[in-house]
């Protein structure tokens, strides 16, 4: 399971830092962030993107745009909005546990949308700021795996494409037909486990 995430707790953070100021970005903010507590993911993404025009270099804005997306289900989206808040972050700030969960929300976007290679990157990196994240501990080695599995399927599907072609005489028909429904139910079998994993197996991403 995923766990929740951290970005409600960090906005009022900021809200009561900014309680002076009530400009267009601060009300963005709020908004955005009492429509996410409700639940109601398309009105906080509508307030936190009015929130990344204000101030497009906060990277706060542009993660919590980016929690958002994901409890919409834009995966692609929510990783690129993820990568342009750990941009931003990078420079303004040296706080490495946020930075972490930037990079850990990046790896379940990226493995999301079966972008294994990439989401396995990103919770290295997020380990490397946050070594004790048991959640990035457990959803890399998972991405591990079903990467293994992948290419080991690739290599099982190259290797019976290649395998020369025997003369008729040499198999009978009736075994090559019980031979090629074998390799059918195994490459179907390991394609529902994949998926079966892909959709139960990780934790669920962090706020603020």
């Given at each position: 399971?995923?766990?929740?995430?951290?970005?409600?707790s960090?906005?009022?953070?900021?809200?009561?830092?900014?309680?002076?100021?009530?400009?267009g970005?601060t009300?963005?903010?709020?908004?955005?962030?009492?429509?996410?507590?409700?639940?109601?993911?398309?009105?906080?993404?509508?307030?936190?993107?009015?929130?990344?025009?204000?101030?497009?270099?906060?990277?706060?804005?542009?993660?919590?745009?980016?929690?958002?997306?994901?409890?919409?289900?834009?995966f692609?989206?929510?990783?690129?909005?993820?990568?342009a808040?750990?941009?931003?972050?990078?420079?303004?700030?040296?706080?490495?546990?946020?930075?972490?969960?930037?990079?850990?929300?990046?790896?379940?976007?990226?493995?999301?949308?079966?972008?294994?290679?990439?989401?396995?990157?990103?919770?290295?990196?997020?380990?490397?700021?946050?070594?004790?994240?048991?959640?990035?501990?457990?959803?890399?080695?998972?991405?591990?795996?079903?990467?293994k599995?992948?290419?080991?399927l690739?290599?099982?599907?190259?290797?019976?494409?290649?395998?020369?072609?025997?003369?008729?005489?040499?198999?009978?028909?009736?075994?090559?037909?019980?031979?090629?429904?074998?390799?059918?139910?195994?490459?179907?079998?390991?394609?529902?486990?994949?998926?079966?994993?892909?959709?139960?197996?990780?934790?669920?991403?962090?706020?603020?």
């Amino acid at each position: 399971m995923i766990n929740k995430m951290r970005c409600c707790s960090f906005i009022a953070a900021f809200v009561i830092v900014l309680s002076g100021w009530i400009g267009g970005w601060t009300r963005a903010m709020k908004a955005g962030n009492a429509a996410y507590v409700r639940g109601n993911y398309n009105e906080a993404h509508a307030a936190f993107q009015r929130a990344t025009l204000e101030k497009p270099d906060n990277p706060v804005a542009h993660y919590n745009l980016g929690t958002a997306l994901y409890r919409q289900g834009k995966f692609r989206e929510a990783a690129r909005t993820f990568q342009a808040s750990l941009s931003r972050h990078a420079e303004q700030t040296e706080d490495t546990l946020n930075r972490s969960s930037i990079l850990y929300n990046l790896g379940n976007a990226q493995f999301k949308v079966g972008d294994l290679t990439s989401a396995i990157d990103a919770y290295q990196q997020a380990l490397r700021f946050d070594p004790q994240d048991t959640d990035a501990h457990h959803n890399l080695a998972l991405a591990r795996q079903l990467l293994k599995q992948q290419q080991d399927l690739a290599q099982q599907q190259a290797k019976s494409s290649t395998a020369p072609k025997t003369e008729p005489n040499d198999v009978g028909k009736a075994e090559a037909l019980r031979l090629l429904e074998r390799f059918s139910e195994n490459e179907n079998r390991l394609r529902q486990k994949l998926q079966q994993q892909r959709k139960s197996g990780y934790r669920r991403e962090k706020d603020w």
